[in-house]
């Protein structure tokens, strides 16, 4: 699927003209590259319409420049991504790759991309190797490193005391981070570390080993419908009851519109809730309810995050995308209100920033989210930073 979002997201369209000069008179096209169809659809769709709302509220432009946007789903295939990412670059000649959800797509996106000379930022993946020693000038994260949101309830286990864990992933590149980040900070005994397949949803299996397990508390990273599953069959098995549930995006504003009450109380590592308390924030929220009728999650944060970000960056350069110096140049300034609060780039183009434990809330208009429980890191740059020759 591909759909083109000119500018008038903002009523402007292509009045740019009136401003004169070579760069206003052309678009800045933005390739936004998400997974939007199967289970996982719903976390994609929040990345995407976290950015076009940014566009919107800027007025069509960023930088000064009225703005294209391409939106192709990459299926969750890592061939048909890097496909589309060709045309992108190759036919739509793109400023801008924006995306993807998952890391595996993001592995193969990555040289393609940068290689050709674009910028490459993502809102959510952060797989440890572009971290580290196959970080690139023309890669940023907005997100996190994938080991970050994992590391904190590594820790937050740890602090408490549980002695003994079962961690849980799907077998792929962000779920072999997210247990690497959890056992970075947890010292205990790891009863069982367990690898489920990609897309998995029935877990009765896992479960019951769980049960005969009896560990002190379970970690687990799911997303999407993956998480959906999980979250609502764990708490038919009576487990919730018995072994306290820790995660990361396994109980986020993405899935909790079908988890409910299945998910409350339960606890996840994460940079950003939507009860930040900033004015940014709280605007951002209101906004993103009105306009899609759901609480945004991390997805949508972060991607409109990227947007202004981009605006920032184009406003110092003063819309030009030519001079590839400049424009990384002025993306690392990071010169902009993010909706966590504090933000800047580590020299591998990750953010340095606050992180959090969250807990499910339900609101008192019926609706859930996650709401900020404990700070667990401040000003917290990731581990592979050390092996990235950028600097």
């Known amino acids: 699927m591909v759909n083109r979002v000119k500018a008038a997201l903002g009523g402007v369209g292509l009045l740019a003209l009136a401003t004169g000069g070579a760069l206003a008179q052309e678009p800045l096209k933005i390739g936004i590259v998400s997974v939007l169809s199967g289970p996982q659809a719903t976390l994609g769709a929040q990345l995407r319409d976290g950015f076009q709302l940014a566009v919107k509220e800027l007025g069509g432009k960023l930088g000064g420049r009225a703005v294209e946007l391409v939106v192709v789903d990459d299926e969750l295939k890592p061939d048909v991504a890097v496909s589309k990412v060709r045309t992108l ?3 739509d000649k793109v400023d801008f790759v924006v995306g993807p959800v998952f890391s595996n ?68 590149q962000a779920g072999k981070d997210s247990l690497a980040g959890f056992k970075r900070y947890f010292k205990g005994e790891i009863v069982d570390e367990v690898y489920t397949q990609l897309g998995q949803l029935d877990f009765s299996a896992e479960l019951a080993k769980i049960a005969a397990a009896k560990p002190d508390v379970f970690f687990v990273f799911m997303p999407g419908g993956m998480g959906v599953n999980l979250v609502k069959q764990y708490r038919q098995a009576g487990l919730a009851e018995k072994v306290p549930f820790l995660s990361a995006f396994t109980v986020d504003e993405s899935t909790l519109p079908a988890q409910q009450d299945a998910a409350l109380g339960f606890l996840s590592g994460m940079s950003w809730a939507p009860n930040m308390d900033n004015p940014q924030s709280k605007k951002f929220v209101a906004a993103y309810e009105a306009e899609y009728k759901i609480v945004p ?57 606050d992180f959090y434990v969250v807990k499910v809330a339900k609101r008192a208009d019926g609706k859930f989210q996650t709401e900020t429980f404990e700070k667990v890191f401040a000003d917290y740059g990731d581990n592979y930073a050390k092996d990235c020759g950028l600097k």
């Open 297 to 353: 999650a991390s997805y949508a944060q972060n991607a409109y995050d990227t947007a202004v970000l981009i605006d920032s960056a184009l406003t110092r350069t003063k819309g030009d995308t030519k001079d590839k110096a400049a424009l990384r140049a002025a993306i690392r300034k990071a010169d902009f209100a993010s909706l966590r609060g504090k933000f800047k780039f580590n020299t591998n183009g990750f953010p340095i920033q």
């Open 89 to 91: 670059i190759e036919r």
């Open 105 to 172: 797509i993001l592995m193969a996106i990555h040289k393609p991309v940068v290689d050709s000379g674009t910028i490459l930022i993502s809102p959510n993946a952060g797989p440890s190797a572009l971290a580290g020693k196959q970080c690139h000038e023309n890669f940023f994260a907005t997100s996190y490193q994938n080991d970050q949101s994992h590391e904190v309830m590594g820790k937050y286990a740890q602090d408490k005391g549980f002695k003994r864990a079962y961690i849980m992933a799907p077998n792929y």
